[in-house]
């Protein structure tokens, strides 16, 4: 389905140009096959939350702009769904911040690397780490090609910024002692559960309220910011998450309830 076909009457209209925007990245070879598999997953949970940037996400998304802008050396870890969804974004969060981009793929080849790099270029990056087999370094306990990292980069940063992570790399990247934020719609993964911030919100919606937060934020002094981070609880942030989910279910679970009960008088 072509983007611009897509009606805005449909009322699935902004998730199908979502999906299309992977599909571009699959047939582009910048979204691997899995990564598809990992994005409906990921919508399975957008259902559940309402499709919509919750108050919670909004105070996350506040602490980790704050994050970001009190890290030494930061970096924004870009992996191939990211490539497809929000690679202008990207590129504007890495400037605002002054964060390092670094391509990172769990489904690792050159040719992936490549495209990644070619779709950051035209969003406007300069520098990109992590194609530069020179720069190779691993990150240990970690058994997936995610464990390889630009010396430059995520092997020593202080700050990481991985949304649409998998579980593996940001427990190894907690353990290495680095401020690990992601972006994740599903409160009860590994990633959400292990990171020191965790914005449960698709990352569509994400991307452009954490630039502007960024962006206000850099007025602020440093006693603001480290406020602000340390008021965050992420298990806090989690739970009110999952409990959200409930309500939504259980009064979803009343009016289907109250439709059949109408339909049976």
Known sequence: MNEHKISEKHPRATSLRIRTKLVRGFESGVTSSFGLFAHGRGEAFDYLIGETTTENARVAIRAAAASLLLAKNPVV???GNLAALVPKELVKLARVSGAKLEINLYHRSREREEAI????????????YGIDTAFQETIPEIYSDRRVVDHRGLFVADFAFVPLEDGDRTEGLVKLGKDVVTVDLNPLSRTA???KIT??????????????VTKELKKEPETTLTEIVTAFDNQENLSKAIQLINERL???AKREKLEYMRGKT
Request: cysteine-free.
């Open 250 to 252: 259980e009064n979803l």
């Open 77 to 79: 870890s870009v992996n």
């Open 193 to 195: 559960q292990m990171a």
């Open 199 to 212: 914005i449960v919100d698709n990352i569509v919606r994400t991307m452009p309220l954490l630039i502007s």
């Open 117 to 128: 790099a070619r779709v950051l270029r035209e969003a406007g990056a300069k520098e990109i």
